[in-house]
């Protein structure tokens, strides 16, 4: 076993460390949170694939927590090896395996590639052996590339405008400059490759699989994640490459809950969420600077929310219930991120910012540390000078 001091190695939108016991401290504050709003007893089979971090791993605190269901969690993180910490996502899973024990709660988990038939064997058999048929899928992957289960083919994801190239402002996030960025328009490859990767066919397939093996309970949910966002951020995001990639899943299911309807009365969802800081999410050009500004305008609007928050209205509101939907059938979170105040107060922020009027506008010192958090960094009442073991065991 390895004691560390552990400082933060945060470059841009890379962390290439994370500190176990801020990522624990921010696990437990999630399920503190979920508890203040009750414990059912519904109980249940939930399976959350892309269950370390941000909405998935939220989502699983709120079916482990909330409703006190079993749940098996499949995830792509990295251990420690020598010197070398885990990732967060590794250290967030550990710390809800700890919570879980301690609240006797079943907690399963698979680290390893949801795309892959091999993962996909894994869960049956997990299933199988302890939990029997899933009430709840929850699909909230974020992945850079996906290789492809039949062809063997490794499809990379891209983050381009379709049709005409993106000149939008952006926020350097090394040096806090608003800067203009223009970003050359995907190929259809590009585009294909995308939706290869986030659209809705990996989905697809895990619904099919649990059908197929009878692994789907009397009425059980499937909900995957979607985002639509603001007119600042569409030519980007909503009208590129990754917005083509989630129109494929929320066209595809439609499909879906109708085999669910037919074979165990089941339903499908996707859910538009909010806009949060997480490490997909930062990754995204122009995407940033709106968020530094979105959490000040929301914080002050008395709506602002974590994923564990819009987990928490998912399940509660939603789910546990009839779920209200829009025109296109799909649950909508971002109700109060796109509310017009919001929207129009963004839009007065967005015109006058830049540089030297940052600080003005937006919250770009908030919008960093809410970052560095999700590594366990700069996390209140933890002492960064202390020595803490990087190598946890993840119970398999
Ligand atoms: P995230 O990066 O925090 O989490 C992604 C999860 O996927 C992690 O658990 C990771 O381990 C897992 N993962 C990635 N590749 C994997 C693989 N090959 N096999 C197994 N697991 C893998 O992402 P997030 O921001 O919480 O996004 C989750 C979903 O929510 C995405 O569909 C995203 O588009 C959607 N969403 C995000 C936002 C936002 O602002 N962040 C808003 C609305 C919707």
Request: glycine residues 10%.
């Amino acid at each position: 076993m390895a004691k560390e001091i552990v400082q933060p190695r945060i470059r841009g939108f890379i962390a290439t460390n994370a500190h176990p016991e801020g990522c624990r401290a921010r696990v437990l504050s999630q399920i503190e949170t979920t508890r203040e709003l009750g414990v059912g007893d519904r109980g249940g089979n939930a399976l959350v694939v892309g269950a370390s971090t941000g909405y998935g791993l939220a989502s699983r605190i709120v079916a482990a927590f909330g409703r006190g269901a079993k749940t098996l969690g499949c995830f792509y993180e990295r251990p420690a090896t020598g010197r070398r910490t885990a990732t967060a996502g590794y250290y967030n899973a550990v710390a809800f395996h700890e919570a879980a024990e301690e609240a006797g709660l079943g907690a399963w988990s698979l680290n390893g590639d949801a795309f892959s038939d091999e993962l996909k064997a894994q869960v049956v058999a997990t299933l199988r052996e302890h939990m029997g048929p899933v009430d709840t899928l929850i699909y909230s992957l974020a992945s850079p590339r996906r290789t492809h289960p039949k062809t063997g083919l490794t499809h990379q994801s891209t983050l381009k405008p379709t049709g005409e190239p993106f000149t939008g402002k952006s926020i350097n996030l090394n040096t806090g400059a608003v800067e203009s960025v223009t970003i050359e328009s995907a190929s259809g490859v590009e585009v294909a490759d995308t939706i290869q990767v986030m659209g809705g066919e990996d989905f697809a397939l895990w619904v099919s699989l649990l059908l197929d093996e009878g692994l789907l309970a009397e009425g059980a949910d499937a909900v995957a994640y979607s985002y639509i966002g603001p007119k600042v951020t569409h030519g980007i995001y909503r009208s590129g490459t990754i917005g083509m990639a989630k129109l494929h899943l929320e066209e595809t299911t439609p499909h879906l809950a109708q085999r669910m309807g037919e074979a165990v009365g089941g339903r499908a969802y996707v859910s538009v969420n909010k806009g949060v800081i997480t490490p997909a999410s930062a990754a995204i050009p122009v995407v940033p600077l709106y968020m530094s500004m979105l959490y000040p305008v929301m914080r002050a609007a008395g709506t602002h929310e974590a994923p564990i928050d819009q987990m928490n209205r998912l399940f509660r509101e939603h789910l546990d219930g009839t779920p209200v939907t829009d025109d296109a059938g799909r649950i909508r979170l971002d109700d109060r991120e796109m509310a017009a105040e919001v929207q129009a107060e963004i839009a007065r922020r967005w015109a006058a910012v830049d540089t030297d009027n940052l600080a003005q506008y937006a919250d770009f010192r908030g919008y960093q540390s809410e970052f560095r958090q999700l590594f366990g960094f700069e996390v209140e009442g933890l002492d960064y000078g202390e020595p803490v073991e990087i190598e946890r065991v993840l119970p398999s």
